[in-house]
C-alpha cells in the first residue's frame, strides 16, 4: 500500500492537512502492521496553473491564431519555439520545454512570463492587443 498526505511543520511538529485520506489510510491497515514513513519536502514552486492554460488558449492563442490564419496549436508550438527554444549545448538538439502540459516542469511564474511575453510579441509583430486575463472574457 502506498499513501501519500500534505503535511506542514507548525510549532515544532507535523501537522497533517488532508485528515481523510490518512484516516482511510489508517483503517485500512491490519493491527500491528509495520509501515514506512518516508518525508520529502514539497516542491518550493507551483507548477499547475490551468486558469492560465486556460486564458492562453482561450483568448491568447485564439486571438493570434484569427488574425494569422493558423490553428490555436500551430500557433502555440511556433511560439513555445521562438520564446522557450534553446540548443543543448552537449547535444546540439534543439529543445523546446513543456509549457501546460501535466509534465511541465516550468512554474508558474514562467508560465506567465511566457504568456506575457506572447502578448507583447503580438502587440509588436501584429500589432495586435491581448486583454489582460482579469479583463478578458472567455
Same mark, same amino acid.
Given at each position: $500500500? %502506498?499513501?501519500?498526505?500534505?503535511?506542514?511543520?507548525? %510549532?515544532?511538529? $507535523?501537522? =497533517? =492537512?488532508?485528515?481523510?485520506? /490518512?484516516?482511510?489510510?489508517? !483503517?485500512? $491497515? !491490519?493491527?500491528?502492521?509495520?509501515? +514506512? /514513513? =518516508? =518525508? *520529502?519536502?514539497? %516542491? &518550493? %514552486?507551483?507548477?499547475? #496553473?490551468?486558469?492560465?492554460?486556460?486564458?492562453?488558449?482561450? @483568448?491568447?492563442?485564439? $486571438?493570434?491564431?484569427?488574425?494569422?490564419?493558423? #490553428?490555436?496549436?500551430?500557433?502555440?508550438?511556433?511560439?513555445?519555439?521562438?520564446?522557450?527554444?534553446?540548443?543543448?549545448? !552537449?547535444?546540439?538538439? *534543439?529543445?523546446?520545454? #513543456? @509549457?501546460? +502540459? &501535466?509534465?511541465?516542469? /516550468?512554474?508558474?511564474? *514562467?508560465?506567465?512570463?511566457?504568456?506575457? *511575453?506572447?502578448?507583447?510579441?503580438?502587440?509588436?509583430?501584429?500589432? /495586435?492587443?491581448?486583454?489582460?486575463?482579469? +479583463?478578458?472574457?472567455?
Amino acid at each position: $500500500m %502506498k499513501a501519500k498526505f500534505r503535511a506542514l511543520k507548525r %510549532k515544532g511538529r $507535523m501537522a =497533517i =492537512i488532508d485528515h481523510a485520506p /490518512l484516516g482511510e489510510t489508517v !483503517r485500512a $491497515m !491490519r493491527e500491528g502492521e509495520r509501515f +514506512s /514513513l =518516508i =518525508i *520529502e519536502r514539497a %516542491k &518550493d %514552486k507551483a507548477t499547475i #496553473s490551468d486558469p492560465l492554460r486556460r486564458y492562453y488558449f482561450a @483568448v491568447v492563442a485564439a $486571438m493570434i491564431a484569427e488574425e494569422t490564419g493558423h #490553428s490555436r496549436d500551430s500557433i502555440h508550438e511556433a511560439l513555445k519555439r521562438k520564446i522557450l527554444g534553446y540548443v543543448d549545448e !552537449r547535444t546540439g538538439l *534543439e529543445m523546446v520545454p #513543456s @509549457v501546460f +502540459s &501535466d509534465g511541465s516542469r /516550468l512554474t508558474v511564474g *514562467e508560465k506567465k512570463a511566457f504568456v506575457d *511575453e506572447v502578448r507583447r510579441w503580438a502587440a509588436d509583430f501584429l500589432n /495586435l492587443w491581448i486583454p489582460e486575463p482579469e +479583463s478578458a472574457v472567455y
